[in-house]
């Protein structure tokens, strides 16, 4: 039964290369999801997953469907956002996660605008929802490049990085590693969204980034684990989606999403750390030490 249920992976070429863009997203944006909730700034990942949008259509409309075009469009349209949220969190009294809002719902709408201009209805569900079963080799090499260029990179930042979300005062005070090491950040945030978005489109492929790191904070402590443990939740949650796409015969993107989702809920319901199980476990101890007269 095991064999029957795996047996696409073996067969069939097109569930291989699928299931190597998912582990090489699963590598190279979970860990950024799990500093990106450590900094309360999970729905900017979500946000800047749009933000890309109008860059890929640019380059869609004026190279067709070209993946150096679209790739570059989307970064440079990435990088332009999250330069221009910081320069108005900065001079003006708009937090970051609103002007991120706001260059969502624009970046989003232009994109959107850009690809009625030239393509179809088929060409915008291509971008919005991604193609993950028709990979083919230069998406799947681009793909591994940025998860191996981010976790090198995050290794490099991963210092002042972790000390500026808990203690940004005194990073300050050591000079400007704070801000580069919040750039380099975002950058590589972009990049990984411009990964995903060839496989998941630019409307999921935030799944990759915020559901494992969410899922992964109810089973361990600690920024590592916690990043260790995002990677194994994303990969699993590919595999099962990948599976439920081919047996079912659902869209693949979606079905990934929500695999992704559903450990995100388990973990929610039943982890061992801070979950509603372990809360009302702990609510119970409390009870019974009251009756008992045992201090807590």
């Given at each position: 039964m095991i064999g029957e249920i795996w047996s696409p992976f073996a067969e069939y070429g097109f569930m291989r290369r699928?299931?190597?863009?998912?582990?090489?997203?699963?590598?190279?944006?979970?860990?950024?999801?799990?500093?990106?909730?450590?900094?309360?700034?999970?729905?900017?990942?979500?946000?800047?997953?749009?933000?890309?949008?109008?860059?890929?259509?640019?380059?869609?409309?004026?190279?067709?469907?070209?993946?150096?075009?679209?790739?570059?469009?989307?970064?440079?349209?990435?990088?332009?956002?999250?330069?221009?949220?910081?320069?108005?969190?900065?001079?003006?009294?708009?937090?970051?996660?609103?002007?991120?809002?706001?260059?969502?719902?624009?970046?989003?709408?232009?994109?959107?605008?850009?690809?009625?201009?030239?393509?179809?209805?088929?060409d915008l569900l291509h971008v919005l929802f991604?193609?993950?079963?028709?990979?083919?080799?230069?998406?799947?090499?681009?793909?591994?490049?940025?998860?191996?260029?981010?976790?090198?990179?995050?290794?490099?930042?991963?210092?002042?990085?972790?000390?500026?979300?808990?203690?940004?005062?005194?990073?300050?005070?050591?000079?400007?590693?704070?801000?580069?090491?919040?750039?380099?950040?975002?950058?590589?945030?972009?990049?990984?969204?411009?990964g995903g978005f060839h496989s998941l489109g630019t409307l999921m492929s935030v799944a990759f980034v915020v559901l494992p790191a969410a899922a992964a904070r109810f089973w361990v402590r600690g920024v590592g684990p916690q990043m260790a443990m995002a990677v194994v939740v994303a990969v699993l949650g590919s595999v099962i989606g990948l599976l439920v796409s081919f047996h079912v015969g659902i869209a693949a993107s979606a079905a990934i999403t929500l695999s992704l989702g559903s450990l995100y809920a388990l973990s929610l319901s039943v982890g061992p750390l801070g979950s509603v199980l372990a809360h009302r476990r702990q609510a119970a101890k409390h009870i019974v030490r009251l009756k008992t007269g045992v201090s807590p």
């Open positions: 699928a299931l190597a863009g998912c582990l090489a997203l699963s590598a190279g944006a979970a860990p950024l999801g799990t500093i990106l909730l450590l900094r309360r700034m999970s729905l900017v990942g979500d946000a800047m997953s749009h933000a890309i949008l109008p860059g890929a259509a640019l380059g869609y409309l004026i190279f067709g469907l070209s993946l150096p075009a679209m790739s570059i469009g989307g970064l440079l349209a990435g990088l332009l956002v999250a330069l221009l949220s910081g320069v108005v969190t900065r001079h003006t009294a708009l937090r970051e996660d609103a002007s991120f809002a706001g260059f969502y719902l624009i970046s989003l709408a232009l994109g959107v605008l850009l690809i009625s201009l030239r393509g179809s209805n088929v991604g193609s993950v079963l028709a990979l083919d080799d230069p998406t799947l090499l681009l793909t591994a490049s940025i998860a191996t260029v981010s976790l090198l990179a995050l290794a490099l930042i991963y210092r002042p990085l972790i000390v500026e979300c808990f203690d940004p005062g005194f990073l300050r005070m050591q000079g400007r590693q704070g801000e580069l090491a919040h750039a380099v950040f975002m950058a590589l945030l972009v990049l990984n969204l411009v």
